[in-house]
């Protein structure tokens, strides 16, 4: 497993004040120390402060993967095909508790068992991110729930490799590289 390592006093806010409606995000090192606070539109917005996340990986004993459809709303990568489940960890959360939230939130998911696959640094030009990685192998169809996912579905690995890569996220194409193999493993 992985924890974030929170300070014994409340880190320090790094950047503007946060507004009212902006989410708390940790600042953290690779280990996982917590060295500050951010807000949520700083850490997208540019700042390139590593900050966390969970992504979970469903997998079936059939070889295949379940992936979600990011709603027409989403700000970045609208209707692109993505991890199953995925989300910020907030302050004072760990990666466990964040990632049973968002399985809830995104596809009314509690009965699994996740299995830890490693911590991976995820930039692109907006953001850096530190990613939890997990994976869990279920037998029913997950349930997608609110606003944000717009569809989902099991595909195969080969139907994966094979569709055109602008059908998914970048973040999600880089981790099915990275951990595909370790997914196989689990089955």
């Not at 540019?46 to 992936?67: K, Y």
């Not at 055109?164 to 590289?177: I, N, Y």
Request: aromatic share 10%.
């Amino acid at each position: 497993m992985f924890s974030l390592v929170y300070p014994s006093e409340p880190a320090p806010l790094v950047g503007r004040k946060a507004g009212s409606r902006d989410e708390l995000l940790p600042i953290v090192e690779p280990s996982g120390i917590v060295t500050g606070i951010a807000p949520r539109s700083l850490c997208h917005g540019g700042g390139m402060l590593l900050h966390p996340v969970v992504n979970m990986h469903i997998i079936n004993r059939r070889e295949q993967i379940f992936l979600q459809k990011r709603s027409a709303t989403k700000n970045t990568w609208p209707l692109c095909w993505d991890t199953a489940v995925g989300g910020h960890i907030g302050y004072g959360e760990q990666p466990d508790e964040a990632l049973f939230r968002e399985a809830r939130e995104e596809l009314r998911l509690s009965d699994f068992n996740p299995v830890f696959l490693g911590t991976d640094i995820y930039e692109n030009q907006r953001e850096k991110e530190l990613v939890v990685l997990y994976a869990a192998i279920v037998s029913d169809m997950p349930k997608p729930a609110g606003p944000e996912v717009a569809d989902a579905r099991w595909w195969t690995f080969d139907e994966i490799r094979k569709a055109p890569k602008d059908s998914f996220t970048p973040a999600f194409l880089h981790e099915f590289d990275l951990i595909s193999g370790q997914l196989l493993s689990l089955l």
